[in-house]
């Protein structure tokens, strides 16, 4: 798979799921599984399959598996 984009807005979108992760507080858990959805959902668009598995991987580590 070849990304679809890569232009500077995707990079900020990156940035800011990447903020909203390190600093959302872990007993919320709602909201940081909203802000991991978001973040699958960006690299499903715009992103290549790699780069899907990598975050994928990432939030089934850092959550429960079942919920996301």
Request: zero cysteines; hydrophobic letters at 40%; glycine letters at 6%.
């Amino acid at each position: 798979d070849q990304p679809r984009s890569r232009g500077l807005g995707d990079v900020y979108k990156r940035q800011v799921a990447e903020r909203a992760l390190a600093r959302i507080n872990f007993r919320h858990e709602t909201d940081k599984l909203n802000v991991w959805g978001a973040y699958l959902n960006l690299e499903h668009r715009f992103g290549d399959s790699s780069s899907l598995a990598a975050i994928l991987k990432r939030a089934l580590r850092e959550n429960d598996a079942r919920a996301v």
